[in-house]
């Protein structure tokens, strides 16, 4: 199958799937309480994220069905959801991390992965939108605005489900780093994307660049903490007036 033949017929089928496992990957915790949660912030952090995911599923059925008046209407849509969730985000990082006295190490990783992964989707989705009218560029993009979202869902099902693994990671201050997984998994991904675009199409114009977002994110987490600008950005982002 060519690459461009899967953007237009079959990506909505890679989004559904994404879905899929956010909905196992957040059922115990989030969907199957959804009267218990113990803060707003769940509730709107969930929400907008499930229509994230459901935009897009809605946007490449529409792309496969030829409406592409009704797709550039609910694109134009994407920007304030984009941003809800944006802030919403980091209205929940900035919650979860609120304490007392310093920043201890895991602090510090825990700011990397949440931060850095949601500036690693507004620089994937802001790309996309800037080649909204190159469409095959738009498209490709698109499609990778899911990597960067990978470790939520990958982290859940291991320690509900596969916890055999969490020996196999590396670990930072005796902690396992099982965020690992979820990385490899989208940089292989993205690494498949990169050969299969250049054998079909000769293209090296969108996915290479992804996967250097991507690797910058990843390698922040293991090297960030140990340098003290990240520490006085944890401290600085913490006494924002965010929750």
């Known amino acids: 199958m060519k690459v461009n033949q899967f953007l237009y017929q079959h990506a909505a089928w890679w989004f559904i799937g994404f879905f899929i496992l956010v909905l196992w990957a957040f ?15 769940n509730h709107t952090h969930g929400v907008a994220m499930s229509l994230w995911c459901l ?6 059925y529409l792309i496969r069905r030829k409406r592409f008046q009704l797709h550039r209407s609910i694109g134009k849509w994407s920007y304030v959801l984009m941003t809800f969730l944006i802030i ?34 507004m620089t994937i989705y802001g790309l996309a939108i800037y080649h909204r009218k190159r469409p095959l560029i738009h498209a490709r993009y698109m499609i990778c605005t ?12 291991i320690y509900g489900h596969f916890r055999p693994l969490i020996q196999y990671v590396p670990t930072i201050e005796g902690n396992p780093i099982v965020p690992i997984v979820g990385f490899l998994m989208a940089d292989l991904l993205v690494l498949g994307l ?33 340098f003290g600008f990240w520490n006085d950005f944890g401290v600085w982002f913490l006494q924002l007036p965010l929750s």
């Open 27 to 41: 059922w115990p915790s989030y969907f199957s309480q959804l009267h218990q949660q113990p803060d707003i912030r």
């Open 55 to 60: 935009m897009l599923i809605t946007q490449a």
């Open 88 to 121: 919403l985000t980091f209205n929940l990082i900035h919650s979860r991390l609120q304490k007392q006295g310093p920043l201890a190490t895991m602090d510090l990783v825990s700011l990397s992965l949440m931060v850095n992964g949601t500036l690693a989707l």
């Open 146 to 157: 899911v990597f960067p979202l990978f470790t939520p869902l990958t982290d859940r099902l």
């Open 194 to 226: 990169i050969l299969w675009d250049w054998k079909n199409e000769k293209r090296l114009d969108v996915f290479p660049k992804v996967l250097a977002i991507l690797l910058i994110y990843h390698i922040s987490l293991f090297t960030f903490y140990k």
